[in-house]
């Protein structure tokens, strides 16, 4: 076949501009977003990711009631059945890479890989629910990952104190906690450098 004369146009082009790493990166960091369901979790790692953020977000059936606790999300219509995926550049030399975990339950299992070679965690929370965090943060606290605590902004959502909230979650005094609205690319943003400024903190602590 003559590809001179070939009528198909279609070429490879590789990634889109904006995909493309920072050739100034030095370093790269897996951080998890974690947290129950309904959280905030794929819209966190969407609001933040520079790139367009892979998700694995599925309709939710019927074969989920009396299974999945939707409760205080009862209007969500999808969720993350595997992982979201995106990235973002804290600096000219770090880039983080951004793992969102499912939500229910019965997805738990694929935790332990999304972990692997994790520096650190966020765990978003609800106030509303802040029971289905309890698990959450214990394999977190299980496994030895650094994490910081981000209370999701809900517009019915009860605000207490950090302190309240640390006793509640029972927390070490050093685990920071701050409020964030996951829509906000600038709000997600702060906690990430929370967490990163908490993992320096750490390594200088054990140094």
């Known amino acids: 076949m003559d590809f001179r004369n070939s009528k198909n146009t279609d070429t490879i082009t590789g990634p889109r501009s904006e995909d493309v790493l920072p050739h100034t990166a030095a370093a790269a960091v897996k951080v998890v977003v974690v947290g129950g ?53 804290i600096s000219e030399e770090l880039v983080l890479y951004l793992f969102g975990t499912p939500g229910q339950e019965r997805f738990w299992f694929l935790w332990n890989g999304l972990f692997e070679g994790a520096l650190g965690a966020v765990v978003l929370i609800d106030t509303r629910r802040l029971e289905v965090s309890f698990d959450v943060i214990g394999r977190l606290e299980e496994r030895g990952v650094p994490f910081v605590v981000a209370v999701n902004s809900f517009p019915d959502a009860p605000d207490h104190p950090v302190e309240t909230l640390r006793k509640a979650l029972d927390l070490e005094p050093a685990v920071p906690i701050l409020s964030c609205d996951a829509r906000r690319r600038e709000s997600s943003r702060d906690v990430l450098m929370t967490l990163m400024r908490y993992l320096h903190t750490l390594t200088v602590a054990r140094a």
């Open 37 to 89: 369901f309904g959280v905030g979790k794929t819209t966190m790692v969407g609001s933040v990711s520079e790139i367009r953020p892979l998700t694995t977000e599925e309709t939710m059936t019927q074969a989920g009631i009396g299974v999945d606790d939707n409760y205080g999300s009862e209007t969500k219509t999808a969720t993350t059945v595997a992982m979201d995926f995106g990235r973002i550049s």
